[in-house]
């Protein structure tokens, strides 16, 4: 049965460019050359940026040939790898392949003698890895793996189309191993900025609430039960999120209490009951927390969470007085997250309710200080033991 | 001149692979279609995926064909655009390609007289656009382009080898498209990811400054002359540096004195002299700093700049008395930064130095206060009014 090997190196490019995991992409392509052209066995030499030398990733095809012990990770001094990476050398090669048979010729004929001494070792370690066939394959000049083939299980040599077909196929992997590299480098990049973000904005709001004595761990504790309620609430009702919303809901309650940087510690810290004078500068903290993060526009929506989780469902809360559903959802949550954590912590005047007494009294404030609906979606994740 | 077209396809492949760019990709292909075929002209249509239309992006070719006014942006509702994206339709063609003559013969053979009625719409367009063949590309079930293509210059058919041709470079461009996007993408997402973090430690860091009522606009300032202290050092000197160490000096310096948080207001806002004890407090704010920012293990270097702003080149300075070179460089350079800021600034009890009073004194205690290596770019800074 003869093979098309255009249209079979058309199919995996395709196939390859959609796949953005290198090793997915190595394990594809082995296993197409191990049942295409029926080779013996088959692996890939393939470099490691992070550490500069190259391993033996995968390795398919008849199952007992070992991988020498120690010989899984090449240093750039492993004598397949020095052939290969020295460009010039690709002028002894037949189209950049090297075959073995091939190869113990050139050694014959070869007069610079550390060369010669290098294709020796090259054929050494060819007969301990049984290959007969090494396909280098580069982006730009850099050397990027090595395709090493075993027999054709025919016994057979292989021909000129199959040799172009694996040439082909090796030049595609390389570079779409580069691709997916470059993808993974930016996934991974995002993801570390994403932490250092969250990381940077949870120390500060830490720092910033430590200047009121009354309320330590609070906004950690209040994050997490709003994070419980957010997911509830999306898992329940996908229409009223969007896919940032959880990312928002972090945000808003890390930074739910920042303007209390701008109400003077005397009033935070006062022992005894405050004054209507006081009670005011303290119900600032949200317009003040609205003014220090205005300017971050990425931050409209956490803005909506910051500034309105004082305001209650029956329109009495501050700084607007807003009602009902002209409360944005993420101030809503908040307000139920933040009340919780405010009745079950001990403060230094007075112990916190038992956790029951704060259900209790969040189901009777149901309508009145907050949102029914989330009220409801709080009981839920109450009730799976979440919050 | 026949053409292998295999060999141009693999040449083009390998280039457009490196290319993340999707408008260059374009381009390359356009180019290359009616510099090789010979083609009076050749435009693609491409799919927009923020406004989900298509748009007429480049035209090559022969000068003088022009795109009818308005018909540069095609909604989804355009015959062109809903015959290839209705995915059944490909059954209709041979090969998916769409051949003026053929879909001619077509519109007679067809009962469905909807299908009938968007064909000869269809057709209405390619005579608009002098379009012999229509080569749509798919990314999975995804119309991601359309290539529009006029006459051979010979005036002769398209032959197989050359449909093909086409074909496989358009599907080829569709997915090197789909790659770059998703690049683009990334690289966007990190660069808001990135402002996020900085707006939002800006912020922060200016609301906690605000609390000390001599030191307005501080930071900011501070963060502006260490920035080109160190692109002047950068430039003058890439071995003391690495590729973070621009970023690392910019969050150092917003972040330098986020441990006055932990100082309290009555002390940062006495009038008149401090006492040994108040000064001693004050001069916590750096290790205050460490603390709040330790558990941040990507703010290592910046963590450095923080912790060390107070010592001196002699040695006397605080908190652990570090001398010289054993002061690291970021904290060397917010110092000079720091004090420079500090000196020219008006302060409630007194009006700041003139700016070349300031530099006086940097200078004469370049090696005692401050590091000479450093005070000698601030001064080539100075010179170049950057500072």
Do not use: W
Request: net charge neutral; charged share 30%.
């Amino acid at each position: 049965m003869s093979i098309d090997y255009k249209k079979e190196l058309e199919k995996a490019s395709k196939r390859m460019i959609l796949v953005h995991d290198p090793d997915l992409l190595i394990r594809l392509m082995i296993r197409m050359i191990v049942q295409k052209v029926r080779v013996t066995h088959c692996s890939i030499l393939l470099h490691d940026r992070v550490q500069d030398s190259y391993i033996l990733t995968v390795s398919g095809g008849r199952t007992g040939l070992k991988v020498p012990e120690g010989f899984t990770r090449m240093d750039l001094d492993n004598p397949l790898v020095r052939f290969f990476r020295e460009t010039k050398n690709k002028s002894l090669l037949n189209n950049e392949v090297l075959v073995y048979e091939e190869a113990k010729k050139l050694t014959n004929l070869i007069a610079d003698s550390e060369l010669k001494d290098l294709l020796s070792k090259v054929l050494y370690q060819m007969d301990l890895f049984e290959t007969t066939t090494c396909i280098p394959s580069y982006f730009r000049d850099e050397l990027m793996g090595i395709l090493l083939l075993g027999n054709k299980n025919t016994g057979a040599k292989f021909d000129m189309d199959e040799l172009s077909f694996f040439i082909a196929l090796s030049q595609d992997v390389a570079m779409n191993i580069r691709n997916a590299q470059l993808i993974q480098e930016l996934k991974n990049e995002l993801d570390n900025k994403q932490s250092l973000f969250i990381n940077t904005t949870k120390a500060m709001a830490a720092a910033i609430e430590a200047k009121d004595r009354y309320t330590h761990g609070h906004t950690s504790r209040v994050t997490t039960y709003a994070l419980e309620i957010a997911k509830k609430l999306e898992q329940k009702n996908k229409k009223v999120t969007d896919k940032k919303f959880l990312g928002d809901i972090q945000i808003a309650s890390l930074l739910h209490d920042i303007g209390k940087i701008g109400v003077p510690e005397s009033i935070l810290n006062k022992e005894g009951l405050l004054d209507p004078e006081e009670r005011k500068k303290i119900n600032e903290h949200p317009m003040i927390g609205v003014n220090i993060l205005q300017p971050i526009h990425e931050l409209e929506t956490v803005l909506m969470g910051v500034k309105y989780h004082h305001e209650r469902f029956d329109g009495n809360g501050y700084p607007e007085g807003l009602k009902g559903d002209k409360i944005p959802l993420i101030a809503a949550i908040i307000s139920v997250a933040d009340s919780f954590d405010a009745m079950t912590s001990d403060r230094p005047y007075r112990k916190g309710f038992a956790r029951e007494k704060a259900i209790d009294i969040i189901k009777q404030e149901s309508g009145k200080q907050f949102d029914p609906y989330i009220v409801e979606i709080f009981l839920e994740t109450v009730a799976e033991n979440k919050i």
